[in-house]
């Protein structure tokens, strides 16, 4: 399950991870801290929107 930044597009794909965020590859979203913020815009996790298709 996938998800996209609506600001900015940043993909966050659990299997690969955000490895410059310090998350590793096969984290699920819903375990990344709330606090965290798009590596791409900054804008907050609740931003994020599961990718359908």
């Known amino acids: 399950m996938r998800y996209v930044c609506e600001i900015c597009g940043f993909l966050y794909d659990p299997s ?9 590859p096969g984290f699920p979203f819903d375990r990344v801290d709330e606090d965290w913020n798009c ?3 900054g804008s907050g996790k609740d931003n994020f929107t599961l990718l359908r298709g």
């Open 16 to 24: 690969e991870g955000v490895p410059e965020c310090n998350i590793p």
């Open 39 to 41: 590596p791409e815009c």
